[in-house]
């Protein structure tokens, strides 16, 4: 840098020591390019590299640091998280199209229905990601801790399907001798199929006839349960 430096013409006004952005002014260089009347400054960046940048670039803030710098932001901004490939971006990703998209082939069950993303969620993925935090394993999604409410904070987790299963707001609570629990909860308790309770529920059976009548086998001339 310092074998660019000459000396300055009295008629060029000195801005030597002068900051601009990143960049810190050392000494005059005057033009570089034949044709070209624009002056340039010797600069150090606050990284330490040295530039030669022309006055009213430096002036304007059209050049605010060395190149080296200018790639290294340029870099972090197209991988601002270096997520964009994984299961935690993909289903922001799906839950921001079936809530706040109407072509999405779900939308009339999320954002059809009320079901939205929180804002700052909407906005950044970091802010979603930093919240939630890595699925504990492939077989989690993302679940709503309350399924009339939204995507907001205190209202998300990572669940396993048997756990959104439990959470479905179709799952049907049933109450036996004052116990309450989901259809899938009953099925591990009494030994019966979800399937079994369903249909029952569905011919009109009353909550205890559900789920107090021992399952009968099956034979081929008469369809039972």
Same mark, same amino acid.
């Given at each position: 840098m310092a074998k660019s430096i000459? @000396? &300055?013409?009295? &008629? $060029?006004?000195?801005?030597? /020591?002068?900051k601009f952005n990143q960049l810190?002014? $050392? /000494?005059?260089?005057g033009r570089k390019y034949p044709g070209n009347n624009n002056l340039y400054w010797a600069c150090?960046?606050?990284?330490?590299?040295?530039?030669?940048?022309?006055?009213n670039n430096l002036m304007t803030g059209a050049v605010k640091r060395c190149k080296d710098c200018? &790639?290294?932001?340029?870099? =972090? @901004?197209r991988t601002k998280h270096s =997520?964009?490939?994984?299961k935690e971006h993909h289903t922001w990703r799906h839950i921001l199209d079936r809530c706040h998209n109407p072509n999405n082939q779900s939308y009339r069950l999320y954002g059809g229905r009320g079901i939205t993303v929180f804002d700052g969620w909407r906005k950044s993925f970091e802010a979603f990601y930093s919240h939630v935090g890595d699925a504990p394993?492939? =077989?989690?999604?993302?679940?709503?801790?309350?399924?009339n409410k939204g995507y907001y904070p205190g209202n $998300? &987790?990572?669940?396993? @399907? =048997?756990q959104q299963c439990r959470n479905n707001r179709r799952n049907r609570i049933l109450t036996l001798d004052g116990e309450s629990k989901c259809l899938v909860e009953w099925s591990e308790k009494i030994g019966i199929s979800v399937g079994t309770l369903y249909q029952r529920l569905k011919r009109g059976w009353s909550e205890e006839k559900t789920l107090t009548t021992p399952v009968r086998i099956a034979n081929p001339t008469n369809q039972l349960n």
């Open positions: 000459i @000396a &300055r013409p009295h &008629r $060029v006004k000195d801005i030597t /020591g002068q810190t002014v $050392v /000494g005059f260089v150090v960046c606050d990284c330490g590299n040295t530039a030669e940048v022309n006055r200018g &790639r290294h932001n340029t870099t =972090k @901004a =997520k964009s490939y994984t394993s492939p =077989k989690h999604s993302l679940d709503r801790i309350d399924n $998300v &987790r990572w669940a396993t @399907a =048997k």
